[in-house]
T-cell receptor
Framework: DTEVTQTPKHLVMGMTNKKSLKCEQH?????MYWYKQKAKKPPELMFV???????INESVPSRFSPECPNSSLLNLHLHALQPEDSALYLC???????????????FGPGTRLTVL | AQRVTQPEKLLSVFKGAPVELKCNYS??????LFWYVQYSRQRLQLLLR??SRESIKGFTADLNKGETSFHLKKPFAQEEDSAMYYC????????????FGEGTQLTVNP
């Protein structure tokens, strides 16, 4: 399996809902990432997990809560979102390089989130 | 701080014409440079990375450290090359913090 998968493909939620986005990879990668991408803009890094530990949080509001239950899974829990949070949420993964550092990031297809 | 600049938001060429998508970067250390492509309704996918020095789908890119550039080139554009292209940089020592340029939307006209 050489792909990153994400579910659901589309999600519509109200501002009071609680929902979760899921990401899975079986490539043995130990780094996983969440990005937010607005239309016609580049992806913006939100979180990085390395060996199931949160290593980077790009000052993301607490209404986004990441979780890495194991090395293959990454979740993004959503609560009390705002309409401006509507975007494509991308997951990515990468493997470690000898001597440190991370290899190329491979991206999932994304979840298109609409907040009403 | 690391920064990637793609000066052209939109680029339009005719089929069979050469195409060059520009990318300039600023980073004080030793960077690793990538080109990612996003076709309509498809996932973001790696096109090239500078350390592999390979040609993918006829595209090449050379890292010019003197000019801090990593321009993407193809001698003869095809209609199926129409897509959004992002240049990206990560520090070679860590690789976690991938910084993207704003992207260039390439349209290849018949």
């Amino acid at each position: 399996d050489t792909e990153v998968t994400q579910t659901p493909k589309h999600l519509v939620m109200g501002m009071t809902n609680k929902k979760s986005l899921k990401c899975e990879q079986h490539m043995g990668h130990r780094a996983m990432y969440w990005y937010k991408q607005k239309a016609k803009k580049p992806p913006e890094l939100m979180f990085v997990y390395s060996y199931e530990k949160l290593s980077i949080n790009e000052s993301v509001p607490s209404r986004f809560s990441p979780e890495c239950p194991n090395s293959s899974l990454l979740n993004l829990h959503l609560h009390a979102l705002q309409p401006e949070d509507s975007a494509l949420y991308l997951c990515a993964s990468s493997q470690d390089l000898p001597g440190g550092g991370k290899d190329t990031q491979y991206f999932g297809p994304g979840t298109r989130l609409t907040v009403l | 701080a690391q920064r990637v600049t793609q000066p052209e938001k939109l680029l339009s060429v005719f089929k069979g014409a050469p195409v060059e998508l520009k990318c300039n970067y600023s980073y004080s250390g030793s960077p690793e440079l990538f080109w990612y492509v996003q076709y309509s309704r498809q996932r973001l996918q790696l096109l090239l990375r500078h350390i592999s020095r390979e040609s993918i789908k006829g595209f090449t890119a050379d890292l010019n450290k003197g000019e801090t550039s990593f321009h993407l080139k193809k001698p003869f554009a095809q209609e199926e090359d129409s897509a959004m292209y992002y240049c990206a940089l990560s520090p070679r020592t860590s690789g976690s913090r991938l910084t993207f340029g704003e992207g260039t939307q390439l349209t290849v006209n018949p």
